[in-house]
């Protein structure tokens, strides 16, 4: 099956501050991705799906000017969490849509985000 | 996309087989179920997915009832690295939405 490689795996930053983060399709080229974040105990949230070379189309409830997302090659999205706040604290997981194989999606193995 | 039911929590005592239930009562024609499987702290993990026939894999087979409105995920033989949550998910485009999904707790 395909990989999806996320990065970082950990982050922990100050309030206030940017993070981003990475996700990458290794071994084919991904037209669309998407962007899932889970709270603890929780399911996972689809926040935006990401197309390659256009606007990111958000989930409702979800700030775009929050979370910006880039999707700027074949390869590689990322989310950048803008101003983050504590509430901003949680599991981020991308995945990718690969037309033509048995599975719909793969996933990265997500990205703690802890904000101080 | 058509909500799914699934219970809460299940156990399951290992090597015995694991029967996970899933209701989709208002899934559409096109649509396929599937399911995947979540390790704590890690991403989702495809398992099956399938339209109308039982499907068979080398992880799990999948049964779903003649009119589709109930699937059952079947592992054959449970082991302790099986536990997890397991998410049925009723879709005919890539855009998936998760339910809350059934904790298996396997048991030695």
């Known amino acids: 099956g395909a990989v999806v490689s996320q990065h970082p795996s950990r982050v922990i930053c100050k309030s206030g501050t940017s993070v981003k983060i990475e996700c990458r399709s290794l071994?084919?080229?991904?037209?669309?991705m998407f962007w899932y974040r889970q709270f603890p105990k929780k399911s996972l949230m689809l926040m935006a799906t990401s197309n390659e070379g256009s606007k990111a189309t958000y989930e409702q409830g979800v700030e775009k000017d929050k979370f910006l997302i880039n999707h700027a090659s074949l390869t590689l999205s990322t989310l950048t969490v803008t101003s983050a706040h504590p509430e901003d604290s949680s599991f981020y997981i991308c995945?990718?849509?690969?037309?033509?194989?048995?599975?719909?999606?793969?996933f990265g193995s997500g990205t703690q985000l802890s904000v101080l | 996309d058509a909500k799914t039911t699934q219970p809460t929590s299940m156990d399951c005592a290992e090597g015995r087989a694991a029967n996970l239930p899933c209701n989709h009562s208002t899934i559409s024609g096109n649509e396929y179920v599937y399911w995947y499987r979540q390790i704590h702290s890690q991403g989702p993990q495809y398992i099956i997915h399938g339209l109308k026939n039982n499907e068979t894999n080398e992880m799990a087979s999948l049964i779903i009832t003649e009119d589709r409105k109930s699937s059952t995920l079947i592992l054959p033989h449970a082991t302790l690295r099986d536990t997890a949550v397991y998410y049925c998910?009723?879709?005919?485009?890539?855009?998936?939405?998760f339910g809350t999904g059934t904790r298996l707790q396997v048991f030695p």
């Open positions: 995945s990718v849509s690969v037309q033509g194989e048995e599975e719909k999606l793969f």
């Open positions: 998910i009723s879709s005919n485009t890539d855009k998936l939405i």
């Open positions: 071994d084919f080229q991904a037209t669309t």
